[in-house]
């Protein structure tokens, strides 16, 4: 049985059960998507999708309003609260299934947490001034995810000495970290953080090595849906990355990987039940 299974999380009075592993559908709200034809951000047709990723399996929307894609300008606090709080509001009441906060900012973590969301993702695991204390006090999962440098510069010349190494000591401090401010172990997921400071080869020896990350005991999460990662092995643009982005996420499945962070719900659903059934039967 994979490390972490026997957990049910509590994502704010809503259940996770990590016994089998589970799909988070991304829902990125940026001011290119969900525009209602003009110049205007329409929160409906952003609660439309994340009702659409739930009809084709997944079990946790993920949030964000902050592009952290590699060079992507910063976004105000007030404009991430504008995009992503009327979101949740509407979905806290419509959907059965727990929402997570993708942010770094420990305002947006209390007002999304406050509107409904029950879990905070931060790709800047805590390390923000004043996140560590606010999740603490939010009572919810987090989420922690390495990442070498900041978004404007991490795919600069990222280097390590030993990447899976590195990936896992940082991650146990920040769990040492949680554990000081109150975050019991059983409120903390660990996430390599594909992409984040990574060259091709520093991604796939971490997928390669997940498992290592896996026996630490906590729940994994991974996001590999659509990476350049993938671009760049294959030479694909974004629209043409579902099948290889399906093989990394059965690939983390096999090795224990709890929860996958994708696009294409319906059909990683799929592939990570098949991977699942033949990993399972002992
Ligand atoms: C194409 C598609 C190109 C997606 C780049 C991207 C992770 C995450 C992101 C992750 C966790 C992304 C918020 C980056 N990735 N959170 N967030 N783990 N926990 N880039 O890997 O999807 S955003």
């Given at each position: 049985?994979?490390?972490?299974s026997?957990?049910?999380?509590?994502?704010?009075?809503?259940?996770?059960?990590?016994?089998?592993?589970?799909?988070?559908?991304?829902?990125?709200?940026?001011?290119?998507?969900?525009?209602d034809?003009?110049?205007?951000?329409?929160?409906?047709?952003a609660?439309?999708?994340?009702?659409?990723?739930?009809?084709?399996?997944?079990?946790?929307?993920?949030?964000?309003?902050?592009?952290?894609?590699?060079?992507?300008?910063?976004?105000?606090?007030?404009?991430?609260?504008?995009r992503v709080?009327?979101?949740?509001?509407?979905?806290?009441?419509?959907?059965?299934?727990?929402?997570?906060?993708?942010?770094?900012?420990?305002?947006?973590?209390?007002a999304?947490?406050?509107?409904?969301?029950?879990?905070?993702?931060?790709?800047n695991a805590?390390?923000?001034?004043?996140a560590?204390?606010?999740?603490?006090?939010?009572?919810?999962?987090?989420?922690?995810?390495?990442?070498?440098?900041?978004?404007?510069?991490?795919?600069?010349?990222?280097?390590?000495?030993?990447?899976?190494?590195?990936?896992i000591?940082?991650?146990?401090?920040?769990v040492?970290?949680?554990?000081?401010?109150?975050?019991?172990?059983?409120?903390?997921?660990?996430?390599?953080?594909?992409?984040?400071?990574?060259?091709?080869?520093?991604?796939?020896?971490?997928?390669?090595?997940?498992?290592?990350?896996?026996?630490?005991?906590?729940?994994?999460?991974?996001?590999?849906?659509?990476?350049?990662?993938?671009?760049?092995l294959?030479?694909?643009?974004?629209?043409?990355?579902?099948?290889?982005?399906?093989?990394?996420?059965?690939?983390?499945?096999?090795?224990?990987?709890?929860?996958?962070?994708?696009?294409?719900?319906?059909?990683?659903?799929?592939?990570?039940?098949?991977?699942?059934?033949?990993?399972?039967?002992?």
């Amino acid at each position: 049985m994979p490390a972490g299974s026997q957990t049910v999380l509590d994502c704010g009075g809503k259940p996770l059960d990590l016994a089998q592993p589970r799909i988070m559908g991304v829902l990125n709200i940026t001011p290119d998507s969900f525009s209602d034809g003009g110049d205007f951000f329409s929160p409906e047709l952003a609660v439309e999708r994340a009702q659409q990723m739930v009809e084709d399996g997944a079990d946790i929307i993920d949030i964000g309003g902050e592009s952290t894609r590699p060079g992507a300008a910063t976004v105000t606090l007030e404009e991430e609260l504008r995009r992503v709080i009327p979101v949740i509001e509407t979905l806290r009441s419509s959907l059965t299934v727990p929402i997570s906060i993708d942010t770094r900012k420990p305002e947006v973590m209390h007002a999304a947490v406050t509107a409904g969301a029950g879990l905070i993702n931060d790709v800047n695991a805590l390390q923000d001034e004043g996140a560590l204390e606010v999740a603490a006090a939010l009572n919810v999962p987090v989420c922690l995810m390495h990442m070498q440098g900041s978004p404007e510069t991490m795919q600069d010349a990222p280097a390590y000495r030993d990447v899976v190494g590195e990936v896992i000591d940082f991650l146990k401090a920040r769990v040492d970290a949680c554990l000081g401010a109150g975050i019991t172990r059983a409120r903390i997921l660990l996430d390599p953080g594909f992409g984040f400071g990574k060259t091709v080869e520093h991604n796939l020896q971490l997928l390669r090595h997940l498992d290592r990350l896996v026996a630490r005991g906590l729940p994994v999460m991974v996001g590999l849906s659509r990476k350049s990662l993938i671009g760049k092995l294959l030479d694909l643009p974004i629209d043409q990355r579902l099948v290889p982005s399906i093989t990394l996420a059965v690939v983390a499945v096999w090795q224990g990987a709890a929860i996958v962070r994708c696009h294409d719900v319906r059909e990683t659903r799929e592939a990570i039940r098949m991977c699942q059934a033949v990993r399972d039967i002992g």
